[in-house]
């Protein structure tokens, strides 16, 4: 079956380009996180509790991005089911 990559190829590229992602995310969100903590409080109106607060949501909710991101890398590692000759010839693939 020429022109046919091996799906476990595949995703274990999308699985290196989701990790590194995340990576790159993981980075921006840091740099933003140190910005929002730089903030003086009183200058937004609000108390110094009250953004250690929303400062301590940013960190779970970039976690769970992190972590979501890491998943998806991992599922895509995993070796899939070798395309079915209809499919491929569906998509204008070449069987031979």
Do not use: F, K
């Not at 380009?17 to 996180?33: F, K, Q, S, T, V």
């Amino acid at each position: 079956m020429s022109g046919i990559r091996p799906y476990s190829a595949m995703g274990s590229n999308a699985a290196g380009n989701c990790r590194a992602a995340a990576a790159d995310i993981g980075e921006r969100l840091g740099m933003l996180r140190e910005h929002l903590a730089g903030l003086d409080p009183a200058r937004l109106r609000i108390s110094p509790s009250r953004l250690a607060d929303l400062l301590v949501g940013y960190d779970i909710y970039a976690r769970m991005l992190d972590d979501a991101l890491h998943d998806i890398a991992g599922d895509l590692q995993q070796t899939a089911e070798a395309p079915r000759r209809s499919d491929v010839e569906l998509a204008g693939g070449d069987c031979r």
